[in-house]
């Protein structure tokens, strides 16, 4: 008389398990790269000129998009500088300067993963006006 085996789960359940617990690993992989190039600037500055354009884009993720016209010579061609603004607050303050010439400051942030977080690496948290 042979004893019954015990019971296990099938094969096919074991490995759905891994497959499910390597795709939560990767999934949390991807979530903390992403807060680490979001929290870490690869660097910071401010540039001043007139902003030209800036308007609120995206599908799911709304953020505010805008160009900096830099003129270092009046009738020279500008230079674009394209940013992007995350903070509402700063956005609203951008608006109102519109026309006025500006000063920037802004963090760059290499290696976003998309462009749900703007669609430039230069974030810009504050403007002031430039007499």
């Given amino acids: 008389m042979s004893s019954p085996m015990p019971a296990t789960a099938p094969r096919s359940s074991k490995w759905l398990l891994w497959l499910i617990g390597f795709?939560?690993?990767?999934?949390?992989?991807?979530?903390?790269?992403?807060?680490?190039?979001?929290?870490?600037?690869?660097?910071?500055?401010?540039?001043?000129?007139y902003v030209q354009k800036f308007s609120q884009k995206g599908w799911l993720c709304k953020t505010w998009e805008g160009e900096l016209a830099?003129?270092?010579?009046?009738?020279?061609?500008?230079?674009?500088?394209?940013?992007?603004?995350?903070?509402d607050r700063v956005a609203a303050e951008i608006n109102a300067l519109m026309g006025?010439?500006?000063?920037?400051?802004?963090?760059?942030?290499?290696?976003?993963?998309?462009?749900?977080f703007g669609e430039t690496g230069y974030y810009v948290d504050r403007i002031h006006s430039v007499e």
Avoid at 79 to 84: A, L, Q, R, W
Avoid at 103 to 114: I, N
């Fill in 23 to 49: 795709i939560i690993l990767l999934g949390g992989l991807f979530a903390g790269y992403t807060w680490l190039v979001l929290r870490w600037s690869y660097s910071s500055g401010e540039r001043a000129g």
């Fill in 100 to 116: 006025k010439r500006v000063a920037l400051s802004y963090d760059q942030h290499v290696g976003v993963p998309s462009t749900c």
């Fill in 70 to 87: 830099i003129v270092a010579i009046p009738g020279s061609m500008p230079e674009i500088f394209s940013f992007t603004v995350r903070d």
